[in-house]
């Protein structure tokens, strides 16, 4: 990639104006991403231009190929929106800091997959067909995260009530213990009031 320094980068404008605004920058204009990701990567692709001229034209290709599968109506691009910001989800997964809602999201994200690539099956780009191909297969993570979770996790795992029922016995019948507590306590209030 091209070194840029980091007073050219500011004076080019590319995603940060003199005064420090974002707006009527490079960035600003170039950015039709549907994720948040899609917008970091494109903002390093600007800030480190490649040198390989390969690289830059198979990275044309991709968003041509993205573009006029757009167009005919069977574009990936609006089922990207649904995915979200993943970059950040599965950071926060590998320092074990995800919320409920992250892993909702995780699973959204693996539901809109396969139907993404279905969307992409037709492409033209080899840089799309390799990322394609370099994808494992996440069935058994969704699947799991189906199963798991509630249909809307809370925010925070200290609310509780994020893992679904019948999904873990031991926590449904502790579960069942906290719900007719105070029943149980009723129970027991009535025993010993005839006892003595």
């Known amino acids: 990639s091209i ?36 917008s970091r990567l494109l903002r390093r692709w600007l800030n480190a231009p490649s040198r ?24 990936p691009r609006s089922l990207l929106r649904g995915v979200g910001d993943l970059e950040r989800v599965v950071g926060r997964l590998a320092l074990g ?12 994200a693996l539901a809109l997959l396969p139907d993404i690539i279905t969307a992409l099956a037709p492409t033209d780009s080899t840089l799309l067909a390799t990322l394609m191909t370099a994808l494992p297969d996440y069935t058994a993570v969704r699947e799991r995260l189906v199963r798991a979770l509630v249909e809307t996790p809370p925010a925070v795992i200290r609310e509780g009530g994020a893992i679904a ?32």
Do not use: F, K
Not at 52 to 75: D, F, I, K, M, N
Not at 166 to 188: F, H, M, V
């Open 3 to 38: 070194a840029l320094d980091p007073h050219s980068r500011r004076n080019l404008e590319i995603d940060r104006r003199l005064d420090g605004s974002e707006s009527h920058t490079l960035a600003e204009l170039l950015d039709t991403c549907r994720t948040p990701m899609g």
């Open 52 to 75: 390989q001229q390969s690289t830059v034209t198979s990275r044309q290709e991709a968003v041509a190929t993205l573009e006029l599968l757009e167009r005919s109506g069977a574009g």
């Open 97 to 108: 800091r995800a919320s409920p809602r992250d892993l909702g999201q995780l699973r959204r």
């Open 165 to 196: 029922a019948s999904y873990d016995a031991e926590l449904d019948r502790l579960r069942g213990l906290t719900a007719d507590a105070a029943e149980w306590l009723s129970d027991l209030e009535q025993r010993e009031r005839a006892r003595t």
